[in-house]
């Protein structure tokens, strides 16, 4: 499956943004989620909602202020970021993975698929 992210760009502090990612087939069978990577950072895992449309965030910050949902009809997800701050500055890539439920889905390892990121700069 290949994946396109979008929506991606410059925010003010405190504002808001919506990522996109869609497939280019049926995500139905998938488990989907968002990564970030900042600059000299490594990657780190951001939300992940499953093919039976359970979420898990990363605590750290993200729960209250980012949602994660899925549209299977239209083979995409999003990413809702509120309350945004300069910390939330990264490449944000949207993943696919195909591995069974109850496997940990925070390690990058557990992902088959990647998109190519989109760059959030939220300036303060």
């Known amino acids: 499956v290949q994946l396109q992210a979008s929506g991606g760009g410059l925010v003010q502090a405190g504002g808001s943004m919506r990522l996109s990612c869609t497939a280019s087939e049926r995500i139905v069978n998938y488990h989907m989620g968002w990564f970030r990577q900042a600059p000299g950072k490594e990657r780190e895992f951001v939300a992940v909602i499953t093919r039976g449309a359970v979420t898990t965030y990363n605590p750290n910050s993200m729960k209250d202020r980012f949602t994660i949902s899925r549209e299977n009809a239209k083979n995409t997800v999003y990413l809702q970021m509120n309350s945004l701050n300069s910390e939330d500055t990264a490449v944000y890539y949207c993943?696919?993975?195909?591995?069974?439920?109850?496997?940990?889905?925070?390690?990058?390892?557990?992902?088959?698929?990647w998109g190519q990121g989109t760059l959030v700069t939220v300036s303060s």
């Open positions: 993943a696919a993975s195909t591995y069974i439920t109850g496997v940990d889905l925070t390690s990058a390892r557990h992902w088959n698929y």
